[in-house]
């Protein structure tokens, strides 16, 4: 079994910034787009979680840039699980392009309740995530 879940992402002149560049906010979106795939592609919806009052917030980030990309880039994103514990997902992701790194991520999801406090995620899917698990 595959642990590592990729998808890919075009770059559009909406992602640019006024010297061409891809603007580093873009990489947000960009991170937060396959991590939302990579939880589709498990089955796992965002609005499955809503109705029953959760939904996941991210808690922490590092990200660090490697490299530029430019319009009509087609990048990779890959997202791997590193630790799971009962609230939180602590989750690597990288991108790159032609098979170079452009920038990598250390991302802290937490599930939250209604009204925001720290909550475990359902045992459905932690059993859904925990194969995925790609701790050394």
């Known amino acids: ?10 770059i559009y002149y909406e992602d640019t910034d006024f010297s061409g560049n891809t603007y580093h906010g873009s990489y947000v979106r960009f991170f937060e787009r ?12 965002h609005y499955e979680l809503a109705k029953i009052g959760l ?3 991210v808690s922490k980030m590092e990200i660090e840039f490697l490299k530029a990309t430019h319009i009509d880039d087609l990048l990779e994103v890959t997202t791997k699980i590193i630790s799971l ?15 170079e ?7 802290v999801v937490a599930v939250i309740n209604s009204n925001g ?15 995925y698990l790609n701790a050394s």
């Open 101 to 107: 790194n452009i920038a990598k991520v250390n991302v």
């Open 1 to 10: 079994m595959n642990k590592d879940f990729t998808f890919q992402i075009r």
């Open 117 to 131: 406090k720290a909550t475990r995620l359902p045992k459905h899917w932690r059993s859904i995530l925990l194969p």
């Open 85 to 99: 514990t009962g609230a939180r997902i602590m989750l690597e992701q990288a991108i790159t392009c032609n098979g």
């Open 34 to 45: 396959a991590r939302t795939e990579w939880l589709r592609e498990l089955n796992i919806h």
């Open 55 to 57: 939904a996941f917030a």
